[in-house]
């Protein structure tokens, strides 16, 4: 497989994922969402893409919730988002620049 293949394969891949983790958006219940999300996971394995930074925040790693609703806590301290699964109480911390109080 040349270089140009490779690339357009994995832009095919991209786009598959971004629909995806959208389907697991608009999905109704949580079980949807978590299947598609698991799929997206299978997808990103197999074929050896990363997930975006956007894409890494919308589900739970250790689990593989994606987090909408009541399937997560969001809290904001000292410069941090802290989301805490509600699923296996897993905590994921990520930099936060906001306003300051």
Same mark, same amino acid.
Request: charged share 40%.
């Given at each position: 497989? /040349?270089?140009?293949?490779?690339?357009?394969?994995?832009?095919?891949?991209?786009?598959?994922?971004?629909?995806?983790?959208?389907?697991?958006?608009?999905?109704?219940?949580?079980?949807?969402?978590?299947?598609?999300?698991?799929?997206?996971?299978?997808?990103?394995?197999?074929?050896?893409?990363?997930?975006?930074?956007?894409?890494?925040?919308?589900?739970?790693?250790?689990?593989?919730?994606?987090?909408?609703?009541?399937?997560?806590?969001?809290?904001?301290?000292?410069?941090?988002?802290?989301?805490?699964?509600?699923?296996?109480?897993?905590?994921?911390?990520?930099?936060?620049?906001?306003?300051? /109080?």
């Amino acid at each position: 497989m /040349h270089r140009d293949e490779k690339q357009n394969a994995r832009l095919v891949v991209r786009e598959k994922l971004t629909d995806l983790f959208k389907q697991a958006a608009l999905a109704n219940d949580q079980a949807r969402a978590d299947r598609c999300v698991e799929s997206a996971r299978r997808l990103s394995r197999k074929s050896q893409v990363r997930f975006t930074k956007a894409q890494r925040r919308l589900f739970c790693r250790k689990c593989g919730a994606f987090w909408m609703g009541k399937s997560v806590r969001i809290r904001i301290r000292r410069g941090r988002m802290i989301y805490l699964c509600l699923r296996c109480k897993t905590i994921k911390r990520f930099p936060w620049k906001g306003k300051k /109080h």
